[in-house]
Antibody, heavy 119, light 109 residues
């Protein structure tokens, strides 16, 4: 059973860079699935940030592409998110997720981690 | 960008009743590319339905998905107390690759 766990600072200063890591256990990150980041501002809906394949190929949300970098570390079986020039609007719960069995959907998901942008 | 609009925003029903949730796309979506999720407070979303009508592993058969083109439906045949949550539809497209609906809150009447 694949499990995902997000980690990283819970507080980031405005104009700084948000950095999160998703550790994958119970399966290989090279399993032929896409690995993704999704965020959810408090009390709001879900927003797809981007995804990565174990080869390093990425796809990003055009609304964030200038600020987002997703990378993979196969040796550690994990992938990471960097979001630069953050503002209060980037305050959200950040989830990592794996492409679902049937494709074109996500499951399983990590439990999520709240990142607050504040000075 | 394919915009998904879910209705109603809030649905108030009693346990044992049937729930029908709608997801409408501004452009046609391949049935293979439509999914539904359930999210409870403080929890991550859970995949319920993929490919518009296929139940994910471990999902009870009271959950069913249907639809094609621009109109999709999630039906819960007989509501259990644990089904009261927020439900999101999601589609896979070109740019961005994934978008979500704004959610339907299913609350106890």
């Amino acid at each position: 059973q694949v499990q995902l766990q997000e980690s990283g600072p819970g507080l980031v200063k405005p104009s700084g860079t948000l950095s999160l890591t998703c550790a994958v256990s119970g399966g290989s990150i090279s399993s032929g699935k896409w690995w993704s980041w999704v965020r959810q501002p408090p009390g709001k809906g879900l927003e797809w940030i981007g995804e990565i394949y174990h080869s390093g190929r990425t796809n990003y949300n055009p609304s964030l592409t200038s600020r987002v970098t997703i990378s993979v570390d196969k040796s550690k079986n994990q992938f990471s998110l960097k979001l630069s020039s953050v503002t209060a609007a980037d305050t959200a719960v950040y989830y990592c997720a794996r492409e679902g069995v049937g494709g074109y959907s996500y499951g399983p998901w990590g439990q999520g981690t709240l990142v607050t942008v504040s000075s | 960008e394919i915009v998904l609009t879910q209705s109603p925003g809030t649905l108030s029903l009693s346990p044992g009743e049937r729930a029908t949730l709608s997801c409408r796309a501004r452009q046609s979506v391949s049935s293979n590319y439509l999914a539904w999720y359930q999210q409870k407070p403080g929890q991550a979303p859970r995949l319920l339905i993929y490919g518009a009508s296929s139940r994910a592993t471990g999902i009870p058969d009271r959950f069913s998905g249907s639809g094609s083109g621009t109109d999709f439906t999630l039906t819960i045949s007989r509501l259990e107390p644990e089904d009261f949550a927020v439900y999101y539809c999601q589609q896979y497209g070109s740019s961005p690759r994934y978008t979500f609906g704004q959610g339907t809150k299913l609350e106890i009447k």
